[in-house]
């Protein structure tokens, strides 16, 4: 398995600001993927983040609102700007080691956002 | 378009009674991959199985058991014995083939709550 980290765990934001995510893995991995997970509901997908290149986003979710940085093969971050309320939710960072539907994707513990 | 299904919102138990958690999915795919995650209070995603299309034998380890049926697209999760500790939200997903990667749909979870 890989062990990924998640900064901040948690945080309480006010409106109109944007937050950055940060999602570690201890190891390198092919796939990195940001999901949502709104207060009571199931998980979303918002994009695949792509090393060296532009993240790859799902439908209703868009580069503007949710810029995503791949630098490397161990780390990815996930901007959510202009904040409102509807915002708040937990954010996931997952991985797979490689490409391909028969790999198993680890989940981060999550980022907690509130906003305010 | 992939679909997975639970119907189940929630269900109560008291301790030591069987439960079985159902998911029913939509695929055009005939490569396809399912899988149950677990998510504690604590909110971190926990992997439990993973399946493909193409091994329907019944699983079992421990106290948890699986028994997928392609003839009706289900693939159900059983908890013998439950535990209070067993209790968590439980989603189902599947991974779709012919993508670059292993993104997941999830089902909207299912909210076991065992009591002593």
């Known amino acids: 398995s890989a062990v990924i980290s998640q900064k901040p765990s948690r945080d309480i934001c006010q409106r109109g600001t944007s937050l950055t995510i940060q999602c570690q893995v201890d190891s390198q991995v092919t796939m990195m993927f940001w999901y949502r997970q709104q207060p009571g509901q199931s998980l979303t997908l918002i994009a695949t983040a792509n090393q060296g290149s532009e993240a790859t986003y799902e439908s209703g979710f868009v580069i503007d609102k949710f810029p995503i940085s791949r630098p490397n093969l161990t780390f990815s971050t996930l901007t959510v700007s202009n904040m409102s309320p509807e915002d708040s939710s937990i954010y996931l960072c997952?991985?797979?080691?490689?490409?391909?539907?028969?790999?198993?994707?680890?989940f981060g513990p999550g980022t907690r956002l509130t906003v305010l | 378009a992939q679909k997975v299904t639970q119907a189940q919102t929630e269900i109560s138990v008291v301790e030591k009674e069987d439960v079985t958690l159902d998911c029913v999915y939509e695929?055009?795919?005939?490569?396809?991959?399912l899988f149950w995650y677990k998510q504690p209070p604590s909110g971190e995603l926990v992997f439990l199985i993973r399946?493909?299309?193409?091994?329907?034998q019944n699983e079992i380890s421990g106290r948890y058991s699986w028994n997928f049926q392609k003839s009706t697209s289900s693939f159900n999760f059983t908890i013998t014995a439950s535990q209070v500790v067993d209790s968590a939200v439980y989603f189902c997903?599947?991974?779709?083939?012919?993508?670059?990667?292993?993104?997941?749909?999830f089902g909207e979870g299912t909210q076991l709550t065992v009591n002593p």
């Open positions: 997903a599947l991974s779709e083939a012919g993508t670059s990667g292993s993104r997941l749909t």
């Open positions: 695929t055009r795919d005939t490569t396809y991959y």
């Open positions: 997952s991985v797979a080691r490689l490409a391909g539907v028969d790999n198993e994707q680890f």
């Open positions: 399946r493909n299309s193409f091994d329907e």
